[in-house]
C-alpha cells in the first residue's frame, strides 16, 4: 500500500505545547504506575494484524469521520481546519480554511458533514456560562461552511442519532449539548463531568459518553432522563490516567474507545473494557470506514495527536458504524 509522504510538523503554539505537555506527562505517570503494564486485558475476539498508518495530516487530528464513499474528514486541532483525505496513501487535501473546526466532526445521512468548534481551555471552563461555540455545516466537495447551531459550550465531541438530533460535549466543562432536527438549542442538556467522547446507541434510546479524568469511565444517559446519567463501565483503578477520549460502536452497538495515555483502544463488553489493541499512544478518535472503496466498510481506523491515521485490522467488523 503506498504510504502518504511530505508532511509538515504540526505548528506548537504556546496553548498547544501545554497541552501536549500535560499528556505526556500522563503518559509518563501511567507508564511508570505500579500495575500499569498489565492495563486492561485483551478482547478475545479480535483479528490478526498490526496497526499500519494509512495517511497523515500535519497537525494534531482530533477528529475523524468517514463518508459513504469511502473519503476521510479529519479536524485539525491547532489551524481549526478540516481536511479530506479520499483514500488510504493520499495525501491530505485541506477542504475549509481556518474555520475554527477544533472539535468532533460526523457526516450526516444527506452526506453533509458537521463539525464542532470552540475545543479549547477558555471555551471549556466558560461555556456553562457563556455557550457560544458553533457546529458548522460543511460541504464535503466544496468545502462551503455555514453555522448550522450555535449557543453551545466549547465542542469536543459530536454525536448523531437516527433520527438526526445532534449531541455535543464540553471536555473541561459539565455540559453536553443538544440540538434537535427542527434547530432548537439546548446546550445542558444534560451534565456530567469531564465529558469527552461520544456517541448514540442504534436505537437512539441512550447517549454513550466517556469521561475523561476524574473517575474515567463510560456512561449511559437515558434520552427519556436526561438529569439522571448512570456510570455503565468505571475504568478499573490501574486505568485512573488512561484518559479515555473519542469513542465509536461496532456492529454489535458496543462502544469502541481510543485512549491517549494507555496507548490502547478499548472495547465495552459484559460491564467491563477490554483491549483491542495496545500501543497507539496519544490516541484521540477511532471510526470505522463506509463503502467500497477508499477507507473501506469495516475496517477500523485511529486518529491521534501526531496527525497519524492508522488502520486497526484487530478491530475490523464488517458492520462497524
Known amino acids: 500500500m503506498k504510504q502518504t509522504r511530505k508532511f509538515r510538523s504540526a505548528p506548537r503554539g504556546p496553548r ?40 497523515r495530516i500535519p497537525d494534531w487530528a482530533e477528529s475523524i469521520a468517514v463518508d459513504r464513499r469511502g473519503r476521510m474528514f479529519v479536524t485539525a486541532y491547532y489551524t481549526g481546519r478540516i481536511y479530506r483525505i479520499d483514500a488510504p496513501g493520499a495525501d491530505p487535501v485541506a477542504l475549509t480554511g481556518g474555520v475554527g473546526a477544533n472539535g468532533g466532526i460526523v457526516v450526516r445521512g444527506d452526506g453533509t458533514l458537521l463539525a464542532g468548534t470552540g475545543n479549547d481551555l477558555a471555551h471549556s471552563l466558560t461555556g456553562g456560562l457563556f455557550p457560544v461555540s458553533e457546529l458548522l455545516l460543511v460541504d464535503p466537495d466544496s468545502g462551503r461552511v455555514r453555522t448550522y447551531a450555535s449557543g453551545l459550550g466549547g465542542i469536543d465531541g459530536v454525536a448523531l442519532a437516527p433520527d438526526g438530533t445532534v ?21 445542558a442538556w444534560a451534565r456530567l463531568g469531564e465529558p469527552n467522547g461520544i456517541a448514540v446507541s442504534p436505537d437512539g434510546s441512550e447517549v454513550y459518553v466517556v469521561q475523561t479524568t476524574v473517575a474515567p469511565g463510560l456512561y449511559r444517559i437515558p434520552v427519556a432522563d436526561p438529569a439522571h446519567p448512570v456510570r455503565w463501565i468505571p475504568a478499573a483503578p490501574r486505568d485512573a490516567l488512561a484518559l479515555p477520549d473519542g469513542l465509536t460502536l461496532d456492529g454489535l452497538g458496543r462502544p469502541l474507545i481510543a485512549t491517549h495515555a494507555s496507548g490502547q483502544v478499548w472495547r465495552a463488553e459484559s460491564g467491563s473494557l477490554c483491549a483491542v489493541e495496545t500501543g497507539l499512544h496519544l490516541s484521540t478518535q477511532v471510526t470505522y470506514g463506509h463503502g467500497d472503496r477508499g477507507f473501506s466498510a469495516g475496517r477500523l481506523y485511529r486518529a491521534g495527536v501526531d496527525g497519524r491515521i492508522y488502520e486497526v485490522p484487530a478491530g475490523f467488523d464488517p458492520a462497524g458504524r
Do not use: M
Open 16 to 55: 498547544g505545547a501545554v497541552v501536549v505537555a500535560a499528556v505526556l506527562a500522563a503518559v509518563v505517570a501511567t507508564v511508570c504506575a505500579p500495575g500499569a503494564a498489565q492495563a486492561a486485558p485483551a478482547c478475545a475476539d479480535t483479528a490478526a494484524g498490526a496497526p499500519v498508518e494509512v495517511a
Open 167 to 187: 449531541y455535543t460535549t464540553t471536555l473541561g466543562g459539565r455540559t453536553i449539548g443538544r440540538v434537535t432536527p427542527d434547530g432548537r438549542v439546548d446546550p
